[in-house]
């Protein structure tokens, strides 16, 4: 970055105009107090943006918004990101994106928490006595009508483990088909485990492009895919 880009982006920061993103992964009935008072002080002070927001940036060059952007961001596909997070944000009237692992929700039921404990996906001690700890598909299409909805890889995946054509079928394609078959919807976005931001490979990088996502999201960004 030249000294005049730095000097521009340290403005932009001072003046506040930046795109916060909170991230989120469990949402137990226990916390939705505290979730519903969190996200009503951001909704105080931040215009919540959505995927047409940020269509409008990347095409225009100017931001759509007058205050500061956040968007709320719900990991994993937890059944309470559906029961408890979504309701909230709906009565809040803010959009929340939802990158979602899709094999969790596949997984059989009975067999859930031992997926959830093989592929790095934590649970909380509330939820173990329940039957179902992903949300359903229905459940998908449901939250998908008012909120984006997008991959967070098949399987709860590391770019580095991603190597072979069944691996890419697997962990990168399947799941944006899957996700807009049950939300009719495009999912513009891929995350993957552990946030790692485009760029960081041009092998799984041209895998993500080649399979039509739009955007990244990363710990650090969120990335318009050229």
Do not use: K
Not at 45 to 73: M, Q
Not at 153 to 168: K, L, N, P, Y
Not at 182 to 199: D, I, K, Q, S, Y
């Amino acid at each position: 970055m030249t000294g005049n880009g730095f000097a521009q982006h340290r403005a932009a920061l001072r003046e506040g105009r930046y795109l916060r993103v909170v991230n989120y992964h469990n949402t137990p009935e226990s916390m939705a107090d505290a979730l519903r008072r969190e996200l009503a002080g951001y909704a105080a002070s931040f215009d919540c943006v959505t995927l047409e927001h940020l269509d409008a940036f990347y095409a225009t060059g100017r931001w759509p918004l007058e205050r500061p952007g956040f968007i709320p961001v719900f990991y994993e596909g937890y059944l309470n990101n559906a029961t408890v997070a979504a309701p909230i944000c709906d009565e809040l009237g803010l959009v929340a994106w939802f990158p979602i692992i899709t094999r969790f929700l596949d997984c059989p039921v009975p067999e859930q928490r031992a997926f959830a404990e093989a592929h790095d996906i934590t649970l909380v001690e509330e939820e173990l006595s329940h039957d179902r700890l992903a949300m359903t598909w229905d459940d998908v299409a449901e939250i998908g009508q008012r909120h984006v909805v997008v991959p967070h890889t098949g399987s709860h995946e590391e770019i580095g483990r991603v190597r072979t054509a069944e691996d890419v079928e697997r962990e990168i394609v399947r799941p944006r088909r899957d996700v807009e078959r049950a939300t009719g919807r495009e999912a513009p976005a891929f995350v993957w485990l552990r946030g790692t931001e485009f760029g960081t490979s041009p092998v799984q990088d041209g895998w993500v492009r080649d399979a039509g996502y739009r955007y990244q999201i990363s710990n650090t960004m969120i990335q318009r895919i050229a």
